[in-house]
């Protein structure tokens, strides 16, 4: 049970790549070292636009936005999305890192909400409302496999 912070809290001491990041934000609020594929695609079914979110020109993950969009820059970011696999990613959520073993999460964040095994997957969900949660998927025992950030509210 989460008590003692809020998703507030974490979305405003999220680090990435070494940069301070704060939701609501966009693009352009990561910091000039940071840019998208810019070829947006639109999920009709879930009414999003994604597009890939890079560090120095490496691949970091996907970032959503809400609704059609042919200009990601100045949108606000929705969701954040990575997986280990995609690259050597530096973070720093709240004092989850991508070296916290399941153990250090719920030390940093609390037990989560919701817990799910499925074959060597254990996924950690931080769920305050349908438009702000958390996850933390793990592949095999002790790596990171999967991190999702989800803040949609209006600014």
């Not at 609020?29 to 120095?56: M, N, Q, V």
């Not at 250090?104 to 950690?124: M, Q, R």
């Amino acid at each position: 049970e989460i008590t003692d912070w809020t998703m507030e809290d974490f979305v405003n001491d999220l680090e990435l790549c070494g940069n301070k990041i704060t939701f609501p934000c966009t693009v352009k609020d990561f910091g000039k070292d940071f840019s998208t594929l810019d070829i947006p695609i639109y999920l009709r079914g879930d009414d999003l636009t994604g597009d890939d979110l890079y560090y120095k020109n490496k691949r970091l993950g996907s970032i959503f936005f809400n609704g059609k969009i042919n200009d990601v820059t100045d949108k606000k970011i929705i969701s954040l999305v990575f997986a280990y696999w995609d690259t050597d990613i530096q973070f720093d959520f709240m004092g989850v890192t991508q070296d916290s073993t399941p153990e250090d999460i719920i030390k940093a964040l609390g037990k989560p909400n919701v817990e799910n095994e499925k074959g060597s997957e254990t996924s950690y969900r931080y769920y305050f409302t349908e438009d702000k949660h958390i996850l933390f998927s793990y592949m095999g025992e002790d790596q990171i496999g999967f991190v999702s950030i989800y803040y949609n509210v209006e600014e």
